[in-house]
């Protein structure tokens, strides 16, 4: 598997992290895939974990560092030749590129979902299990406000970028399909996403518009849930394998809007750089990665530096 040449860039731990999440990855693929069944891990590997408003400390987290380099603010030349280089260009998305949208993120301060309710008891498997009128309520309540909203000009941007061939694929932690709405086709949706449901017992998918009517069973009986990631549950195979194979072929990687704070889809970028990849971060706030970074931009939207790119890329 290639590797970067200038393994300086990265410190030498990144090299055994890069290799456990692979084995990982291998693992994880194999119990599935063994005799053609799907069997249940005793103790899943790639899990999403509650942790009211903290970042996840699984094996596969960053070491903390400890100060970010100064975000560079005047990138968009440097910016323009990269995005016209580039032969295989990922972008990966978090919460921070729905809020522009409107939609409220996870973890800030003041109006971060988190910090208003605890995601172990509203969004994880035991919620569903035990707790599933509040569980419907909770999710009910996200599918509505999904549909109040749009997406915004930086989505409709990477889909335009798509169409011309200049972003191969988008990785995204999102779960309101505003990317495909945007008009992007190559999207591995790492948490799944909130325009389909499915039944927790036979599995037959529905559109999120039952929810909206209120009907929350299937015609076997069973519980109808969105089909995303909750909390203790294993990520989708199909989206986190075809994000792995996008990574390792990037030579340019945009994070746009993640505090990269959550287990393993943060390594996604880290992979990338491991591999070659110019690294490039755009969050409202520094994050641990930062220091791996060619390039990063805070306090900044996203739309506005997706369209200063796009309008000095030609």
Not at 179 to 190: D, F, I, P, T
Not at 264 to 290: C, Y
């Amino acid at each position: 598997m290639k590797r970067n040449q200038n393994d300086a860039q990265i410190p030498i731990n990144m090299n055994l992290l890069y290799e456990q999440l692979l084995k990982a990855v291998d693992i994880v693929i194999h119990a599935i895939n063994q005799n053609g069944e799907t069997i249940v891990l005793n103790k899943p590997i790639l899990t999403i974990k509650a942790k009211k408003s903290q970042p996840s400390t699984t094996p596969f987290r960053l070491l903390k560092t400890e100060k970010s380099p100064e975000p560079w603010q005047g990138g968009t030349t440097v910016m323009k030749n990269w995005l016209n280089d580039a032969n295989h260009t990922v972008v990966f998305t978090g919460a921070g590129m729905s809020t522009e949208s409107g939609l409220p993120d996870f973890r800030s301060v003041n109006q971060g979902l988190w910090n208003q309710q605890d995601p172990g008891k509203i969004a994880s498997t035991e919620a569903l299990n035990y707790n599933v009128d509040e569980f419907i309520d909770f999710y009910r309540t996200r599918v509505l406000n999904v549909k109040d909203y749009k997406p915004h000009k930086g989505h409709r941007i990477l889909a335009d970028w798509e169409n011309q061939g200049l972003v191969q694929s988008i990785i995204t932690q999102n779960v309101d399909g505003f990317h495909q709405k945007a008009g992007s086709e190559n999207v591995s949706e790492l948490h799944g996403t909130l325009q389909k449901l499915h039944c927790q017992s036979c599995g037959k998918e529905y559109k999120s518009e039952e929810y909206v009517n209120q009907e929350y069973h299937c015609e076997c009986g069973g519980i109808l849930r969105p089909s995303i990631t909750l909390f203790g549950e294993m990520l989708p195979q199909d989206a986190f394998q075809l994000a792995l194979a996008e990574s390792e072929k990037a030579d340019l990687f945009i994070v746009l809007g993640s505090s990269l704070s959550v287990t393993p889809a943060n390594q996604f970028p880290l992979i990338a750089k491991q591999n070659g990849a110019k690294l490039v971060i755009v969050n409202r706030d520094a994050t641990d990665f930062d220091q791996y970074a060619d390039d990063v931009i805070h306090s900044r939207e996203i739309g506005d530096v997706l369209e200063e790119w796009n309008n000095l890329r030609f």
